[in-house]
């Protein structure tokens, strides 16, 4: 799933929101209404299959 995680420049909170890659409007704060928000970098490497390193990644040791 597209799930991706978010964090509002208004309130400074953090939500999680689906965004599919159809979508083009700014998401919505969640938690104030405001679309002052920015898209966080997800805990998991992202789709990124030439990186060899797991220093700078989280997933699970195994993956892939
Ligand atoms: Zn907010």
Redesign the pocket.
């Known amino acids: 799933m597209p799930l991706f995680e978010f964090k ?6 953090k939500f999680e929101e689906l965004v599919f890659s159809s979508r083009k409007e700014p998401v919505e ?6 679309k ?2 920015e898209k966080l970098i997800s805990t998991f490497c992202a789709g990124n299959g030439s990186s060899k390193s797991a220093g700078q990644c989280n997933a699970p040791s195994g993956f892939g």
């Open positions: 509002c420049k208004k309130c400074e909170k704060c969640s938690h104030c209404g405001s002052e928000t």
